[in-house]
Nanobody, 125 residues
Framework: QLQASGGGLVQAGGSLRLSCAASGRSTRMSTIAWFRQAPGKEREFVAGIFRWPTGRTYYGDSVKGRFTMSGDNAQNTVYLQMNSLKPEDTAVYYC???????????????????WGQGTQVTVSS
């Protein structure tokens, strides 16, 4: 089970940190990712760690340089630090996990088996 939290309302230029806690299963060597979905749009890849906790982190083009994904292996929790937020970052943010994902599929939402419930991020202009 994945539990996402930390969303809220923030002004443009501000920061938020999202958390995703995994329970009930080991996350070791899984791929853990953040996606987001704005109204009327497809689910978009934000960031992901391939083969957690030792693998490389990948970012979507729209968030590179502003968002940072990290994690606490002991707490089985990953974080998404979001800085310099823009109104276009407004969306529901989801964490996702898959134990067998190949690297070429890391940005494909349809390849993940497990999803958290989502947390709303709203950035006002």
């Amino acid at each position: 089970q994945l539990q996402a939290s930390g969303g809220g309302l923030v002004q443009a230029g501000g920061s938020l940190r999202l958390s995703c806690a995994a329970s009930g299963r080991s996350t070791r060597m899984s791929t853990i990712a953040w996606f987001r979905q704005a109204p009327g749009k497809e689910r978009e890849f934000v960031a992901g760690i391939f083969r957690w906790p030792t693998g490389r982190t990948y970012y979507g083009d729209s968030v590179k340089g502003r968002f940072t994904m990290s994690g606490d292996n002991a707490q089985n929790t990953v974080y998404l630090q979001m800085n310099s937020l823009k109104p276009e970052d407004t969306a529901v943010y989801y964490c996702a996990l898959d134990g067998r994902l190949i690297l070429s599929s890391i940005r494909q939402a349809g390849q993940y088996d497990h999803w958290g419930q989502g947390t709303q991020v709203t950035v006002s202009s």
